[in-house]
């Protein structure tokens, strides 16, 4: 039986947040995964950073090459450089089926007053982005699930990473509809179980006094109750968050969270008009 290769890209600024999340990354097993380490500089000569490309991706030899312990499994680790803007070269990398960052970068972007590159991949998530901000084996996850197609993915994803079995999973739905949540919640968990997680769920519905339920408050105080060391989350959904301008969810818990945050957006899937981001 033929084996796919699958990419891990993890982007590299010699940061202590990058070292956090190498650290994170080589604490997994990754059998069948390759990694490319991807440093990326602005040109010199702009002072602003420009959409348009400078050089492509190529290979080089770093003075101080990361290295991955063999008990990774790795069938490669692979240093690549451009002279760019990081959210373009990361945002836009072809093949790659995970993207790794730190949560906060040496300052080549916070320093133009742009944000960070983890911040501008949250709203282009075209490929699955891990922020780590915990430097250890992941042993519990929260995955946030609200019966849209972007959950759907983020757990048909996070089933299909190769150190997932035996860890212990929450799945836990916000119920702020009747739209068969508690389905979807017990899919999920059906499938994070097959794939050899340990997994329970968990519906809340809200208080029959109250007129609307709050995700963010729901979520972080999980993330506080369970302190996980991951958190799982499609990139939009179902709330209707984005018609009253509040924000998304998903980019509340990456911005806030303690723990490492894996965002998924299902590629397939058009957003209708109304829907908000989770």
């Known amino acids: ?23 994170w990354i080589t604490s997994h097993t990754w059998p069948d995964w390759s990694i490319e380490v ?30 991955a312990p063999a008990a990774c499994g790795l069938q490669s ?14 945002g836009r990398r072809p093949g790659s089926d995970l993207i790794v960052v730190g949560p906060r970068g040496a ?68 119920v702020e509809r009747d739209n068969g949540l508690a389905t979807f919640v017990a899919r999920a968990a059906e499938a994070l179980t097959n ?6 769920s968990r519906v809340l519905e809200p208080d029959r006094l109250d007129l609307t339920v709050n995700p963010h408050l729901t979520i972080f105080e999980h993330l506080d109750t369970l302190n996980p060391d991951l958190v799982v989350l499609g990139t939009s959904g179902l709330t209707g968050l984005a018609r009253l301008w509040v924000g998304s969810v998903a980019s509340a818990v990456a911005r806030h969270a303690r723990c490492s945050v894996l965002v998924v957006r299902d590629p397939h899937h058009r957003d209708s008009e109304g829907d908000g981001d989770y």
């Open 77 to 90: 680790v692979t240093h690549l450089t451009a002279t760019d803007d990081p959210r373009t070269i990361l």
């Open 195 to 200: 794939a050899g997680a340990r997994a329970t």
């Open 107 to 174: 300052g080549l972007l916070k320093a133009l007053h742009l944000g960070s590159t983890a911040e501008w991949l949250l709203h282009c998530p075209n490929t699955p982005l891990l922020i780590a901000r915990r430097p250890v084996p992941t042993q519990s996850i929260l995955v946030c699930v609200d019966g849209s197609a972007h959950a759907d993915a983020a757990v048909g994803f996070l089933a299909s990473l190769p150190w997932v079995a035996g860890i212990s999973i929450t799945v836990l739905g916000v």
């Open 38 to 67: 991807m440093s990326v500089t602005l040109p010199r000569s702009r002072s602003v950073v420009s959409p348009q490309g400078y050089s492509k991706p190529h290979l080089w030899d770093p003075d101080l090459p990361r290295r």
């Open 1 to 23: 039986m033929l084996t796919t290769t699958r990419t891990l890209t993890f982007g590299d600024d010699q940061s202590q947040g990058a070292d956090t999340a190498w650290q």
